[in-house]
Structure formats: C-alpha cells, structure tokens
C-alpha cells in the first residue's frame, strides 16, 4: 500500500484521552482541532518549568538525493519503538509545507507503517499555523506601503526596503514582482518579490520565541528597511505593528499533538526549511516535550551539514538545548546516488558505487564526532530492493570507520523494525552527559563565522563573496556580531552546486548576498544561486493529488 493508504486505515484514538493516558495532561489544558489534532496551552508548558528535563535525540541524514533518505520516518520509527521497548518517548517535528507537498517531494508526515497521523491533515491546512504565519508577515508588508501611501513619516526609502511578501506555495513567478501600479491611488510604484512563507523571518521568530512577550519583541526587531540616509535602519515598531503580528499568532504559538499509527504522542510545530531557513521545530516543542517525556526524539532538516548544524549553532545556541546523541540516516540508494549511479538504476546492486558514495556519510559522521562533539549512530533505512552484499558492505565500511551501523526495518514493520536502533541509542544517552560543541564561537567574526562552517563542514578550499557583501557584515559586525549564521545552500551536495555528489573538496563557496534577521536573531548568508522562493518541476507531485465524492485523498505521499 501506498503512504496514504496505511496512513487511512490507521486506528487512531482520540488525542485527548491518548494525551492523558500517555502524559496526564488534563482537557482543560487542549484546545482540540477535531478527534484528532489539539494545541496545548502555554499556561499549562509553564506549570512545567520545574519538571525535569528527559533527553534529547536528533535525527539528521547524510545529503539528501531524489531517492530519498527517510529522516522523518526514521524519527517516528524510533520514538515508536523507544516506547515499545517501555521508554516514555514524545517524537518533536516540523510541520510540513504546502511548497513541497505539491512540488518535488510531497507529504512530511514519515512514511509506511512509521507515520504520524492524520496526515492528509498534517500535510495539508493542519491547525493553520502557516497561515497565520503569513497572514502576519503580510500583514507588515501591507503597512510599509501604506505608510509610505500616506505621507511617509518614518522617511523609509523605498528602494531599500528588506521585507518582501511570502506565499505557501512554489510559484517562481513572484520571486520579482512590482506593486503599486495603476496610478497614485494604489500606492508607491515599487519592485518588491515574494519568498515562500518556510522562509519567512516570522516562521524563524515563532520557532524560537520563548513566550508571547518574547514573540512580540521579536517580531518588533524586525528591520523592514533602511531610511533615505541608507543607514539607519526602521524596525517594525516603528510601523506599530509587532502587537497586530502577536496578536495574527495567538494560537500558533502553541504546539501541536497529534499520534502515531501505533498511537504514541508526537507534537508537529513550526517548520522552516532546512536549506533557506535554520530547519528546526519549535524551542517551544522541544522544551515541552522534554519536560513530558524522558526521551525525546527530533529532527533536522536535511543533512547534517545544514539542519543539523543550525540545529547546533543557532537553536541549542540560543535556548541551552543541549541533545545526547545523534541519529545518522542513510539508504544504500542514497550512497549508491552520490557514488554516481542515476536514479533510474538505484535498484539494482552496484557495490562499487556504494563504496564510492560511503565518503558523503564519511564527512557527515566525521562533522557530527569531531565538530559537533556528539556521538552517532548511523541508521540504514533499510529499503526492499538492498541486497545482503550491499548491506554487509555498508557495515564493513562502518566498522572501519569506527561507527555502529543499524539495519532498521521500520518503513515495513513500524517500531518493531526499529527496536535494535532503539537499544543502541539508550546504551549511549544513558551513559553521558547531555551537550554538544559549537562549530564556531560566538565572538568569531561574522565573515569568519562564515568561513568556520564551510571550511570545517562543506569542505570548502575558498570562501569568496563580493565587496558588497563583505561591506554589509562589516557594518553589521559592531551591533550583531555575536548573531549566529544561517547559510542559504543547496541541500543537496556538501558544495554550492547541486550535482556535486559525495564529498566535494577543495571547492570554493561563493557568498551571493547576506541578510539581516535581527528578530531572529541571526545572520542569512546566501550560498550560490540558493532561491528564497523554489519553483515547481516540470511534473509537480500536484498533477497526481486528487479528492473523491467521498472527501477521500489520494495521491499525498
């Protein structure tokens, strides 16, 4: 059966009653989107605080390829299993974006019998949240030019403002757009653009805020623009509208509980991407789960070099997260991928590009040992078509590395498949102390910061950028040189170009632009020809999803 076959016949319960069962956390304390999907309330996360903390799991993957690695489902598998085996496990995960769902790579929602469910509503509106994420962003947008409209008070100079637009959905054609046509009484003729709504800086300032007040003086840093002296910068505050913002996100500050097919809690709560955002869920959810569970599983987006890094360097950075060890996702397809083997012939056996593809999960293992300073367990995703030699291969290749290497069967079997992953990783987070090393110091200078991560985790030989770039951090550096850095780059070679498979060496990354996220608190510094708002492809996943008399859903996966 397909994702959303097994995911349709799932049993689910109730999520009130399996969120007092499983947590003891009362009614009262929910507001339930349905039987099955309910947000908890902040009041009660605060009556938390004294609780302590469970330990915190990341699952990453080596980089990602079109055939697919299974991060998501492999964290699912695992909290699944971890429960199976009588360890109190909440699963934390970002919400999927409509972009993908109906771009390249559809649902986010795991996969097989290793789902959270109800994933046709997962995948699609879910409680909202990006809506009211976008909503807000332009909302502010709205208020820009009606300020300039009327009088332009605050003396922003058009032609430097930073805020462009967002929409959920892959749509290049409003990446440059202009507003304001059709005469004086439409506004201030303007070129403007559209980012997708994972990219926004309101999606990164949701996922990092720590109450409402924290979220309200977030969204109030927010840099707009610059005035007509090109200095001096204009906040949202100074626009009024960061309480109009808050107020746009009452209720999508709260996580989000849902269940798995085999009916234990996972919260599913914020979501920027991994490659053009930082790619983590909430701090919010994970400090949540953390002081209801005593394991907690997470996720980052994509590979190690990216999700897992900002995962490090920006969300455990600002909130003191502080994960026991790391989960290494990889396929054997995937490795066969990057040894250079096309998609069309991954079924087949080839050792010797899976031995040449071994160095991609090579430099992943080698960045998440030595400079994230956690240890790691590699998960093979096991797949049908993977041969006993190709398997036996992959585990000698590991041995040498001085990896344990775990065959888990959960796409097929759901958490029983992942109870030997499950075992291994107890035998380490109960052995060592919570903590991990930055890659870089936080006094490092943005430029540096910069070349720390591309050196030390892409391999880089060189980091070049233009004067402009160079120019701006310059100038950022006095007032938000202590901000952490968020590099915009493909997701899909350790390098700036996408068909550079394995392990690049040596390759000089180019920074295009960089951009001030000071809500956020960090620093986007844009690898390559890295796009803030993707395209669909030439046969978007969208063709293939349908809806019949029944209200049934087919082809989301």
């Not at 300039?148 to 409003?174: C, F, S, T």
Request: glycine content about 10%; hydrophobic content about 45%; proline content about 4%.
């Amino acid at each position: 059966m397909s994702d959303i076959e097994i995911a349709q016949q799932a049993q689910m319960q109730p999520i009130i009653g399996l969120a007092k069962q499983h947590f003891g956390i009362d009614a009262e304390h929910l507001d339930p989107f349905g039987h099955y999907k309910a947000k908890i309330s902040l009041e009660y996360i605060n009556s938390l605080a004294d609780k302590e903390d469970g330990k915190l799991i990341l699952v990453t993957a080596i980089s990602p390829t079109p055939a697919g690695e299974g991060k998501t489902t492999t964290t699912v598998g695992l909290g699944d299993a971890l429960n199976r085996i009588g360890k109190r496990t909440i699963m934390c995960l970002r919400e999927p974006s409509l972009g993908p769902c109906f771009g390249v790579k559809g649902g986010a929602a795991g996969g097989g019998y290793a789902q959270v469910v109800p994933m046709e509503d997962i995948n699609l509106h879910f409680t909202g949240d990006f809506h009211a994420i976008g909503v807000a962003h332009n909302l502010l947008s709205a208020l820009i030019d009606n300020h300039i409209n009327h009088g332009n008070g605050l003396d922003i100079d058009p032609r430097r403002i930073q805020w462009k637009r967002v929409v959920d959905m892959n749509d290049r054609a409003l990446r440059h757009i202009v507003v304001g046509m059709g005469g004086a009484t439409n506004g201030y003729l303007r070129e403007d653009g559209y980012d997708i709504v994972v990219a926004s800086e309101v999606m990164a300032i949701l996922c990092l805020a720590t109450s409402r007040a924290d979220l309200k003086a977030r969204l109030g840093r927010i840099v707009i623009g610059y005035k007509s002296d090109k200095i001096t910068p204009v906040y949202a505050s100074d626009l009024n509208a960061h309480g109009a913002m808050a107020a746009l996100l009452k209720d999508a500050i709260k996580p989000n509980l849902v269940q798995t097919l085999e009916n234990n809690i996972a919260i599913i709560h914020g979501g920027p991407f991994a490659n053009i955002a930082h790619g983590c869920n909430t701090v919010t959810a994970t400090k949540t789960a953390l002081k209801l569970a005593d394991y907690v599983v997470t996720e980052a987006g994509f590979g190690a070099d990216l999700g897992a890094e900002k995962f490090i360097d920006i969300k455990c950075r600002m909130s003191g997260l502080k994960p026991s060890a790391v989960i290494l996702v990889a396929t054997i397809r995937a490795l066969k991928f990057h040894g250079g083997i096309a998609k069309e012939a991954l079924n087949q056996e080839n050792l010797t590009a899976l031995e040449q593809g071994f160095v991609n999960l090579e430099r992943h293992y080698r960045n998440i040992t030595e400079h994230y300073g956690l240890p790691c367990v590699v998960c093979v995703n096991h797949f049908t078509f993977d041969t006993e030699a190709e398997i036996a291969l992959l585990q000698a290749k590991c041995a040498v590395l001085g990896a344990t290497c775990i065959l888990s069967t959960h796409w097929a079997e759901g958490g029983a498949g992942a109870e030997a992953l499950a075992h291994e990783v107890i035998g380490i987070v109960d052995k060592r102390e919570p903590g991990c090393a930055f890659v870089y110091d936080e006094d490092l200078g943005l430029w540096e910061k910069i070349v720390a991560i591309a050196t030390k985790l892409y391999g880089a030989g060189t980091v070049t950028a233009n004067a402009k770039v160079k120019t701006q951090l310059a100038a950022w550096q006095a007032d938000y040189g202590k901000f952490p850095i968020c590099i915009a780059k493909t997701q899909m070679s350790f390098s700036t170009n996408p068909s550079s498979k394995g392990a690049p060496s040596g390759h000089t990354v180019e920074i295009s632009d960089v951009r001030l996220a000071n809500g956020a608190g960090f620093i986007v510094a844009i690898a390559g020809d890295m796009m803030t708002m993707p395209g669909l492809p030439k046969v978007p996943a969208a063709e293939r999803i349908d809806i019949d008399d029944d209200g049934k859903i087919t082809g989301l996966f």
